[in-house]
T-cell receptor, first 115, second 115 residues
């Protein structure tokens, strides 16, 4: 069974631009979560989607948004990019959402660099 | 609020020796606990999890972890370290009491195994 895939793997943008990252979960998984990983802040939760609905949200500004499609694929968007948005963005999928014993399986991440 | 702490930024072990990576947690209800490993330029890989039952959990690549409720700890262990175990290790916790709880990750511990 194919794992979680994320596209693109690498991205370079300039300040003020916007970016869209894509995540395809493991087949059959209905929950997708997004995380931001930086050397200084570690792994921070962005949001979680289940059946096209946002179930949980982290403490990020409104410039960070996401959505999930009917096939469980998910996208996250960052508008008006700032230098501090440079990070590895990780997507994780699981069978069900929130409060469950399900294991999250991670994709390889998208490395975003903002110049 | 739930939290997880990994008190050591780095752990250095000689190949063949036992290793321990420490993790302590805080949740309101019962915890679901997870360990993940991250190799350079890769996403997180699931190692093992504790949900309930036996306090000693066995996982991938010869790793195991011991759940200690009184000390609120979930230390990762391996009897004999390999150079290939060198990586970044994350402990994570989810509060089993809340159906909307998020997974919270520790700051990570870099494990370095010297030949």
């Amino acid at each position: 069974k194919a794992g979680v895939t994320q596209t693109p793997r690498y991205l370079i943008k300039t300040r003020g631009q916007q970016v869209t990252l894509s995540c395809s979960p493991i087949s059959g998984h209905r929950s997708v979560s997004w995380y931001q990983q930086t050397p200084g802040q570690g792994l921070q939760f962005l949001f979680e989607y289940f059946s096209e609905t946002q179930r949980n949200k982290g403490n990020f500004p409104g410039r960070f948004s996401g959505r999930q499609f009917s096939n469980s694929r998910s996208e996250m968007n960052v508008s008006t990019l700032e230098l501090g948005d440079s990070a590895l963005y990780l997507c994780a999928s699981s069978l069900v959402a929130g409060g469950s014993t399900d294991t999250q399986y991670f994709g390889p991440g998208t490395r975003l660099t903002v110049l | 609020a739930q939290s997880v702490a990994q008190p050591e930024d780095q752990v250095n072990v000689a190949e063949g020796n036992p290793l321990t990576v420490k993790c302590t947690y805080s949740v309101s209800g019962n915890p679901y606990l997870f360990w993940y490993v991250q190799y350079p330029n890769r996403g997180l890989q699931f190692l093992l999890k504790y949900i309930t039952g036996d306090n000693l959990v066995k996982g991938s690549y010869g790793f195991e972890a011991e759940f200690n409720k009184s000390q609120t700890s979930f230390h990762l262990k391996k009897p004999s370290a390999l150079v290939s175990d060198s990586a970044l290790y994350f402990c994570a916790v989810r509060d089993a009491r809340s159906s909307a709880s998020k997974i919270i990750f520790g700051s990570g511990t870099r494990l370095s195994i010297r030949p």
